[in-house]
């Protein structure tokens, strides 16, 4: 058997929440992650009847809560303390 490069799918962003439910086979993303299978499967079916083992990666972000972003964090702050967070964000940012 001949196992070929892996196909990657990126999906775009969801929620935590929803990730959650499509690891234990349920919500609203298993309906669109098995639409894409299908897909796959029909445009790789030559590949699959001569033996080849295509393995295909499903990727999802998880969509980050607008209330933990670094840049709304710096408005909640004191004058000095968001200068001090500018300096901690440009620092992390070099590295």
């Known amino acids: 058997m001949i196992i070929a490069s892996p196909i990657v799918i990126d999906l775009g962003v969801a929620r935590e929440m929803d990730i959650k439910e499509l690891l234990h086979g349920t919500g609203k993303l298993l309906e669109e992650v098995e639409q894409v299978m299908r897909l796959v499967r029909e445009r790789t079916a030559q590949e699959s009847s001569k033996g080849v083992l295509i393995p295909v990666v499903a990727v999802y972000t998880k969509a980050e809560h ?12 004191a004058p000095r303390e968001r200068k001090r967070a500018r300096r901690n964000i440009a620092w992390k940012l070099r590295q």
Do not use: G, S, Y
């Open 66 to 77: 607008p209330d933990t972003r670094e840049d709304v964090l710096l408005n909640f702050r």
